[in-house]
């Protein structure tokens, strides 16, 4: 198992930014795709960021490409979700996720695969 907690939400104006951290921990030998998800009330949830702890490659859906950025800490077993040029669109809560993977092309934004997540953390910008 592993589990996965979220911190660094808040309140932010539009055009800030804001940065959100997830620390995982439990089995975690392996190599994993980490990712960012986000859910707007009323919204299906969406895959915002990928990143694949073996040699780093990233992934984005183009509603959030040039303005969000992941990247991990894996000495200290943290992701990172930097988000500029916020706007109203990206209130929503955001939740980290977890799956192992053997191989970097199995990791995309969104992919179905992600099997551990963490509670969660509000992202508000007005």
């Known amino acids: 198992d592993v589990q996965l907690v979220e911190s660094g939400g808040g309140s932010v104006e539009v055009g800030g930014s804001l940065r959100l951290s997830c620390t995982y921990s439990?089995?975690?030998?392996?190599?994993?795709?980490l990712g960012w998800f986000r859910q707007a009330p009323g919204k299906e949830r969406e895959g915002v960021a990928a990143?694949?702890?073996?040699?780093?490659?990233?992934h984005y859906p183009d509603s959030v490409k040039g303005r969000f950025t992941i990247s991990q800490d894996r000495a200290k077993n943290m992701i990172y979700l930097q988000m500029s040029s916020l706007k109203p669109e990206d209130t929503a809560m955001y939740y980290c996720?977890?799956?192992?993977?053997?191989?970097?092309?199995?990791?995309?934004?969104?992919?179905?695969?992600?099997?551990?997540w963490g509670q969660g953390t509000q992202v508000t910008v007005s």
């Open positions: 439990g089995n975690t030998y392996s190599n994993f795709c």
């Open positions: 996720a977890a799956v192992p993977k053997r191989r970097t092309y199995d990791c995309y934004a969104g992919s179905p695969d992600f099997g551990y």
């Open positions: 990143i694949y702890t073996g040699d780093n490659t990233t």
